[in-house]
Nanobody
Framework: QVRLVESGGGLVQAGGSLRLSCLVSGRTFSRYAVGWCRQAPGKERELIAAISWSGGSTYYRDSVKGRFTISRDNDKNTVYLQMGSLKPEDTAVYYC?????????????????WGQGTQITVSS
């Protein structure tokens, strides 16, 4: 059974920073491609960042490029999303997703395993 648990969400002022963590259970974490998605009220879920199993490849949605950084620590079974220069439009529920794949997965539908989500609210 694969379980993903996000942490690090909360309320932050515009321009501020937050770091999300995603702890992935399972002994084969190093084989998982992992992504961060978000869903704002009334909008579709969108992938904002992804990282390959090795960490050697990353993807960012244009709206977060230069502000967000995804990384992983395979020894800790954890993927991080460092978010900076936050904007009110970044307000959403953020989800971590994973799948056993050696590719960089850039579409939400390609992920099998999902966390429960964590709320991020950016005030203006």
């Amino acid at each position: 059974q694969v379980r993903l648990v996000e942490s690090g969400g909360g309320l932050v002022q515009a321009g501020g920073s937050l770091r999300l963590s995603c702890l992935v259970s399972g002994r084969t974490f190093s084989r998982y491609a992992v992504g961060w998605c978000r869903q704002a009220p009334g909008k579709e879920r969108e992938l904002i960042a992804a990282i390959s199993w090795s960490g050697g490849s990353t993807y960012y949605r244009d709206s977060v490029k230069g502000r967000f950084t995804i990384s992983r620590d395979n020894d800790k079974n954890t993927v991080y999303l460092q978010m900076g220069s936050l904007k009110p439009e970044d307000t959403a529920v953020y989800y971590c997703a994973a799948d056993v794949d050696n590719r960089l997965l850039t579409t939400p539908s390609l992920y099998t395993y999902w966390g429960q989500g964590t709320q991020i609210t950016v005030s203006s």
